[in-house]
């Protein structure tokens, strides 16, 4: 079964930088889809916080913004995350999918967590 494998993540202070990577388990149709990072924090629902569609387009929520950058390799079929500037409300799992996502593609994730 495909799976998405996210990795990078961290324990880091506030105003520090991480960057995520997210890699198929196996060769999957890749590079036409929008590719997506979502979060989820305790107690919190699992929120879209960037997106990148097959031609590099990128979007991002208002709480990343200016601070996240996301890219992506085709030719790898990957997607990145450059987290800069890390407060301690971007602690989260982070998980990435397709955008719309889809439920068969959910990997474990991976913890961020932003403290002194």
């Known amino acids: 079964q495909v799976r998405l494998v996210e990795s990078g993540g961290g324990l880091v202070q506030p105003g520090g930088s991480l960057r995520l990577s997210c890699a198929a388990s196996?060769?999957?149709?890749?590079?036409?889809?929008?590719m997506g990072w979502y979060r989820q924090a305790p107690g919190k629902q699992r929120d879209l916080v960037a997106h990148?569609?097959?031609?590099?387009?990128?979007t991002y929520s208002d709480s990343v913004k200016g601070r996240f950058t996301i890219s992506r390799d085709n030719t790898k079929k990957a997607v990145y995350l450059q987290m800069n500037s890390l407060k301690p409300e971007d602690t989260a799992v982070y998980y990435c999918?397709?955008?719309?996502?889809?439920?068969?593609?959910w990997g474990q994730g991976t913890q961020v967590s932003v403290s002194s």
């Open positions: 196996r060769s999957i149709f890749f590079s036409p889809y929008t």
């Open positions: 999918n397709r955008v719309p996502y889809s439920d068969e593609l």
């Open positions: 990148i569609t097959g031609d590099h387009k990128t």
